[in-house]
């Protein structure tokens, strides 16, 4: 079965880290991705990870153990304009015309002055 | 401003009825997609085309009917439409294999 686990919420303080951790178990693995959802807003891309390791990008920063079926998003000088949710996106492996994201529950970001 | 659009933004409409949601990308891309948010903000794809043919089609009742007239272009016909209907639909685009690019969503709201 496709399963992909994500808190449901969190909070932090505004300058502070904080890692949103997501695990998967899925049919298939062909890539993580992240995105950016702010309340009543599209998703927006963040990250994409295919291979083992970490991809930094300014102050959001995406890991991922395909072995463990785990990835996390660091996010780095929290401004109050990080608050939203975050989604995790595994694509599963299919046939090669084909693009299909299995997404988390989302976690709901809250930064705090 | 190359993007991805949708129309309407907002619909609110009586059970029973039929309606649609237009979907327009000028980003060049080559395959588009449908996805539903519940209320509990899920994410759930339901339709995928690449070059106008369909490649994904989830277990999504047949009363929805996509329709893919040309490459930038993905409409959704609901039929007879429910309350369990009610939710944001989201049309995205992509270059295969790439990061999607989402419209700003249109949320139905089924009385």
């Known amino acids: 079965g496709q399963n992909i686990d994500q808190p449901t919420e969190m909070t932090a303080t505004e300058g502070a880290i904080v890692q949103i951790n997501c695990t998967y178990q899925?049919?298939?693995?062909?890539?993580l991705f992240w995105y950016q959802q702010h309340a009543g807003e599209a998703p927006t891309f963040l990250s994409y990870?295919?291979?083992?390791g970490l991809e930094e990008k300014g102050r959001f920063s995406s890991f991922l153990s395909r072995s463990k079926g785990y990835s996390y998003l660091l996010l780095k000088e929290l401004q109050m304009k990080d608050s939203a949710s975050y989604l995790c996106?595994?694509?599963?492996?299919?046939?090669?015309?084909?693009?299909?994201?299995?997404f988390g529950t989302g976690t709901r970001l809250q930064v705090f002055p | 401003d190359t993007a991805v659009s949708q129309t309407p933004k907002y619909l609110v409409t009586q059970m029973g009825n039929d309606k649609s949601i237009k979907c327009e990308q000028n980003?060049?891309?080559?395959?588009m997609y449908w996805y539903k948010q519940d209320s509990k903000k899920f994410l759930k794809i339901m339709f995928s085309?690449?070059?106008?043919?369909?490649?994904i089609n989830e277990t999504v009742p047949n009363r929805f009917s996509p329709k893919s007239p040309d490459k930038a272009h993905l409409n959704l016909h609901i039929n007879s439409l429910e309350l369990g209907d009610s939710a944001v639909y989201f049309c995205?685009?992509?270059?295969?294999?790439?990061?999607?690019?989402f419209g700003p969503g249109t949320r139905l709201t089924v009385l």
């Open positions: 990870n295919v291979l083992d």
């Open positions: 996106a595994v694509r599963d492996r299919v046939p090669y015309n084909t693009d299909k994201l299995i």
């Open positions: 995205a685009s992509s270059h295969i294999r790439n990061e999607q690019f």
């Open positions: 980003l060049g891309h080559d395959t």
């Open positions: 085309y690449n070059n106008k043919e369909l490649i």
């Open positions: 899925t049919s298939g693995f062909n890539g």
